[in-house]
């Protein structure tokens, strides 16, 4: 049974969702990041980064959005959830999700966790103004050069497709309306529509 | 043939490095970053992004550094670059990789970089200043809790190791001194003794 520790509004939405269409045995449990539970003792014994998601498997701890979409693809592939032995199109797929990893989560994280990389209320405040373009310039490049549609690799539903909605989610907190995207807002859409997808939001939100 | 475009004193050197530790048959293109190459129309038709490395293969073009590295090893499997074929061992491959690509590459990118998420002077300068301590920080977990030794993971040399390399190699820029964590420092050291690594270099600096 695996088990993966998420945060309510976290990237960890995207490995729980797949796990969930991948009809994979595992539980959620969730880290409580009001009370700061991902810096306490006893969650730094299983991810010492402090940060969700982790999930643990029978051989082990993982960590990485990219890494546990990877291992839930590669693990359960009658889900057909990437095209895990042609080493083109996987690539493709781990293109798209380390630039969601490395550049778009990061733009995101300048609004609310400035103090990552800077001391200054006044540089917090001068990342957290720029948000908005940054997160603008990243999704006009997906939306015009990344998302073939109706899912991220055209006709097959991928590890990118719930890695991207979930960070799609987060244009609103950022001050970007997600119809100015309309292949973008059409993806988050059919998102919803997915059986997996409503458990699992309605999961976190319980 | 494959073609790598790179730029000097990038993290392309990794990709560089497991092409050439692959015996790929690949050719490498320099991209003259003091001529702003990278923006130019020539370049943005190969990658829209604007950033190095990518890779043209005969299915497309590749971008993302873990992407690529994780292309090259599942594509030269007898090179033995990472456990393709073991679910949990390659995705811990690739948390490593996402962990350098997401976190410690754009802590180092503060330094230089900082107009990518800010406008003010003044943040640019508090986000340099925080560089040597966010870099310290990625390196202390990565010495204590991730390079198993003498490799990233263990005895067997993989695609982690041109990536540490490539990234602890910055560490003397970034004001932190590398031999503050011997495991990093023996790795490098290591590193540079590899034929494939020597001759890599010697041809980023040409």
Redesign the interface.
Known sequence: MLKLYYARNTCALASYIALEEAAAPYEAIRVDFGAAEQRGPEYLKIN??GRVPSLV?E??I???????L??VA??FPAAKLAPVDD??????I??FN??L???V???HA?GGRGY?????D??FA??K??VPQ?MRECFT?IEN?MLRGPWVCGDAYTICDPYLFTISGWLGRDQVDITEFPKVNAHAEAMKARPAVQKVLREERA
Not at 62 to 68: D, G, H, K, S
Not at 87 to 92: D, I, R, V
Request: charged share 15%.
């Open positions: 010492p980064k498997t051989w082990g993982l960590t990485e959005t990219p890494a546990i990877a291992f590669q693990s080493p083109f199109s996987f690539a493709g781990q293109a380390s630039y990893c490395s550049t989560h990061v733009a300048h990552r990389w800077a001391d200054d006044t540089s001068d990342m103004r720029k940054t490049l050069n």
